[in-house]
C-alpha cells in the first residue's frame, strides 16, 4: 500500500539553489548588506552630528543709536506700537505720558484725564495702553485701558485693582499682579481668577508670543532681591528661571522677541545694570546656549529692555548717572560749586564743624574729608551703598543706613578712621534714618515703607549701653527722625510726607508743626529751627519753620533745572555756617536702540 501511495504522487523535482544563496538564513545578500549598513551609518553620523552640533553663535550689539533727548528722567516701563515708543517722563515733579518716534526725534508729552498714571503694557494691536492709576499708599492700584486712537479716552477694567499688568498675545486676556499673587482676567476686566501664588511680589508680567508661559519678576521684601520666574499658562509648573545664575538674583524686567527665539532682561551687579539676552529655540543641528550672553557693559546702566517690533532692535532706558554739589552764596543769590562740584550726596557735617561726611554718586560709598576737601578717606567697602549718614556728636562715629547685594536695608556704625564697622541689627527687618541723642548714647530710626511688608512703622530708640531698643510712645504711621542737637526734641514726617510733626521729652507728646511736603529736614545748632525741602504753592525751594511759632518760611528758591530731576538723587541740607547746599543731579536718562545681530 505504501508503494502504491508513493506512485500516485506527482514526481517531486528539486529546484538548482540560485547563485549567492546560503542555507543559512541569517546571512543576506551582500547588496543588501551594503545598504543595510550604509543606512546605518548615515544615522550614526547624523546622531554623532546632532551630539556635537555647534551652539549658535553669541548675539551682540553692533550699533548704539540715541531716540530721546528731552534729558528728563525717564519711569520704566517703555513700550512700543512699531513706529512709537511711549513712556513716562518726569515734568515738573510729576510723572506725564510721553512718545518718541522710535526712528528718534523730540519727545511729545500726552495729555491724560488720569491723574498719578504708571504704565504697564501696550495692546497687541499698538491701539491701547494699559495702565494703573496710582491712589495715595496703596499697592495696588486701579487698572484700565488707554486708546491711542480716541484722544487718550481711559476705559476703567472692571473693579481690577493691581500693580502689574498684560496683555495676552491675542488681546483677549489680561495678566496682572495683586500682592503675592497672579491673576488673569479678560481683557475687558471681567471674570477674573487666581492662577498662582508666589512667595514674593509679582512685578513686570509677560507672555510668551505663543501664550503658553507667563515670566514675571518676583520681588522678596525682605531682602529686596529680584529674580525672573515663570508659570504655565494652566498656573502649573511655577519656577525660576535662573536659579544660581547670580547669587544674590538682582535680574528683572524681561521680554520675548516677537518670534521667540529670545528672552532679553536686565541684570544689576555691582550697582550697574546691564542688559542680557537667552537663546530660547534650538535647531536640528545648531544647539543654543542655556546660560544668558551679556549685551551691554561699561558705565552707563540700562534698564527695562523692550525688543522692538521688527526684532532688529532693543529699546532700552541708558542711564548715566552724575551729580554736583552747589552751596547757595546769599550775597550774590547764585549756586556755586562746593567741593569742587563733587558728584556726592548725602551731606552730613560735624558739630565742630571741621569734617563733613559724603556719599559719593552713583556708587554710594561713604566718605569724609574736612571741608576744603583734604584728607579724604573712604570709610565702607563696595559691597554697601550708603544713604544719610549722621555725625555721633563727638565726632568720632558715623551712623547710616546701607544695603548690600543679599540682606534687607539695614543701620551701621562706622569709627571717623574707617574702623569698627558694624551692623546693629541682625533681623530681617529694614531700617533707615538713624539720628543721635544729644549725649550720644542712643539712635533713633524708623522703618522704611516698602511694599507688603508686614511690619507695622513707627519711630525707635536704640540704647548703645543696655542694647536694648524700645518704641517711641503713639509714633506709628511716622519715619525719618531727626533729634534736635539739645536732645529735647524728635521731629519726624507722616508716611505719606504730608505732616511734620515733633515730639517734645519734656510734655511726652506729639504736636503737629506743618502741613507741608517735605523732604530732608535738619535742625539748627540751637534746636530752634527745622530747614527742609519742600513745595508750597508750586515754588520748590529751601524753607524753615520755627518750633514755637510754628511760622514756615521760604529761604531760597530753586530753579527748574534743579528740581527737575530724580527725586532721591537731588538732596537737600544746611551748611555749618547756615548756608544752603544742594546736590544737583546732571545724570542722563534717555531712551536708546540697541541694533543687534542674532544668529
Known sequence: ????????????????????????????????????????????????????????????????????????????????????????????????????????????????????????????????????????????????????????????????????????????????????????????????????????????????????????????????????????????????????????????????????NYFVFQSTRNWSSQIFAIREKSELFRKRDPLPVQLTSGPVSYRGPVPSRDGRRILVVADQQRSELLRYNQATNQFEPFLGGLSAESLDFSRDGKWVAFVGYPDGALWRCKLDGTERLRLTPPTLRVYLPRWSPDGTQLAFRAESASLPVKIHTVSADGSGLKQLFSDGRNEADPTWSADGKKIAFGRTALPYESQPKAIHIYDFESGQTSTLPESEGLFSPRWSPDGRYIAAMSLDSQRLMLFDWERQDWQELARVNASYPSWSSDSKTLYLGAKVNNRQGQYRIGVTDKKLERMVSLPETLHEVVSFALWFGMGPEGSLIVARDLSRQEIFGLEWQTP
Not at 546632532?50 to 516701563?77: E, T
Not at 518676583?218 to 532681591?225: D, E, G, H, I, S
Open 1 to 260: 500500500m505504501t508503494q502504491d501511495l508513493l506512485r500516485s504522487q506527482p514526481d517531486l523535482q528539486v529546484q538548482p539553489e540560485p547563485a549567492g544563496y546560503s542555507k543559512d538564513s541569517s546571512r543576506l545578500p551582500w547588496h543588501r548588506k551594503a545598504s543595510v549598513l550604509g543606512s546605518l551609518a548615515v544615522v550614526l553620523a547624523l546622531y554623532i552630528a546632532y551630539l556635537l552640533r555647534a551652539p549658535f553663535a553669541p548675539p551682540y550689539v553692533a550699533r548704539f543709536a540715541p531716540i530721546s533727548a528731552s534729558g528728563r528722567a525717564k519711569v520704566g516701563p517703555i513700550v512700543t506700537d512699531g513706529p512709537d515708543v511711549y513712556f513716562l517722563e518726569l515734568v515738573g515733579g510729576h510723572q506725564s505720558l510721553a512718545r518718541v518716534p522710535v526712528s528718534g526725534g523730540d519727545s511729545t508729552l500726552l495729555t491724560s484725564s488720569l491723574d498719578n498714571l504708571q504704565l504697564a503694557d501696550i495692546s497687541p494691536d499698538g491701539r491701547e495702553l494699559l495702565v494703573g492709576t496710582r491712589v495715595g499708599t496703596q499697592s495696588e492700584w486701579p487698572l484700565w485701558k488707554v486708546s491711542l486712537d480716541a484722544g487718550l479716552r481711559a476705559t476703567r477694567l472692571g473693579s481690577l485693582l493691581g500693580h502689574a499688568a498684560t496683555y495676552s498675545p491675542n488681546g483677549e486676556q489680561i495678566a496682572y499682579g495683586v500682592g503675592f499673587d497672579l491673576y488673569l482676567a479678560k481683557s475687558d476686566g471681567s471674570e477674573p481668577r487666581r492662577l498662582t501664588s508666589t512667595t514674593g511680589v509679582v512685578r513686570w508680567i509677560r507672555w510668551s508670543p505663543d501664550s503658553s508661559v507667563l515670566r514675571f519678576t518676583l520681588l522678596n521684601p525682605q531682602n529686596r532681591t529680584t529674580s525672573l520666574w515663570e508659570v504655565a499658562r494652566s498656573g502649573r509648573n511655577l519656577r525660576p528661571l535662573l536659579p544660581g545664575w547670580n547669587n544674590p538674583s538682582w535680574e528683572c524686567c524681561g521680554n520675548w522677541t516677537s518670534d521667540g
